[in-house]
């Protein structure tokens, strides 16, 4: 009777004693990689090596290559082969970052689904809020929703009929605002756990919105400061290239008060401020995870004062 035990070092197959063995290579990174696979229920290329013997293994992971049941323990000890604690540290660390980070990537999907959640419900909330201006208008001018809530209509059963619808559709649009309002308490916790820099800068709205059309934290943080200064204005790129149609100066950082409330000459060479920011902000996010934020901002404040003073600003 055969057993098939993976230790954080190798694959032992034994009965009373080891019968076959294979070590991983003596690698941080290697054995950081193994781990993370058994973490995640992927069988290894070492393990199937002893599909032939059909040993018991004593995890379900393993069922593919053996029979699963209770197995004999054996002490295996990692120092016997060379292996040190150190470097059992050292990769569990590295395995923990790998994990951390594969979560961070999930975490940016979901974040651009609540974008895009976020979007929706605006554009409803619109749509209805217009719908119930105009029909409580034949009643009452419009003040509030709160107002509506309280309509009542005497009469005959019709007339309470369409003000209960009318107080029906105000009470879609309060539970419409309160989703908003959770939505963007997520948005921002989140983005302030995965990119804590960016969100600094610009804030949890643009920032998210960046990530999302970006297609992720990574591929913000490759991106040219010129790309990311038209994120959101692909529309009007592509009108430029087809029709010869004036460029687009910005996109999604026309959101920030520093461009929108900016004289319109001046707007380009801000948004190009905030973009080459953006880029750095973004970088340290996604690979050194060093704060340094304080000082971007700093320095996006002293650059922007600069070129508000000037008097004469190239249209660009």
């Given at each position: ?98 994990k ?45 929703i ?77 991106m ?31 959101m ?32 050194t ?15 922007y ?12």
């Amino acid at each position: 009777m055969m057993y098939l035990a993976t230790k954080w070092f190798g694959v032992f197959l034994y009965d009373n004693e080891i019968i076959d063995k294979i070590l991983f290579p003596k690698d941080a990174n290697e054995i950081a990689e193994r781990i993370y696979k058994i973490q995640n229920g992927i069988l290894l290329e070492e393990e199937n090596r002893f599909k032939k013997y059909e040993p018991i293994v004593g995890e379900k992971r393993l069922s593919k290559i053996g029979k699963f049941g209770k197995i004999k323990k054996l002490k295996i000890m990692g120092k016997e082969y060379g292996y040190s604690i150190s470097l059992l540290k050292e990769a569990c660390i590295k395995a923990a970052i790998k994990k951390i980070r594969e979560e961070e990537g999930k975490r940016e999907r979901r974040i651009s689904e609540a974008v895009n959640a976020l979007d929706d419900l605006i554009k409803v909330e619109n749509i209805l809020r217009e719908r119930l201006r105009d029909w409580y208008g034949f009643f009452n001018e419009f003040e509030s929703i709160e107002d509506i809530l309280k309509f009542d209509l005497d009469g005959n059963e019709i007339n309470r009929l369409e003000s209960n619808s009318i107080k029906k559709l105000a009470e879609i649009v309060v539970s419409i605002e309160k989703s908003k309002e959770g939505l963007e308490e997520y948005i921002e916790k989140a983005m302030q756990t995965i990119a804590p820099n960016l969100t600094k800068i610009v804030g949890y709205k643009i920032s998210a919105r960046l990530v999302a059309i970006a297609g992720g934290l990574d591929r913000l943080a490759v991106m040219p400061s010129g790309t990311i200064q038209l994120l959101g204005a692909e529309k009007a790129l592509f009108r430029h290239l087809k029709s010869g149609s004036p460029p687009p100066k910005h996109g999604v950082i026309f959101m920030h008060e520093m461009v929108n409330k900016a004289p319109r000459k001046k707007r380009g060479r801000i948004a190009r401020l905030l973009a080459t920011k953006i880029a750095i902000a973004a970088k340290a996010d996604a690979f050194t995870h060093n704060y340094i934020a304080d000082d971007l901002d700093k320095e996006i404040k002293r650059k922007y004062e600069e070129i508000m003073k000037t008097k004469k600003c190239l249209n660009i």
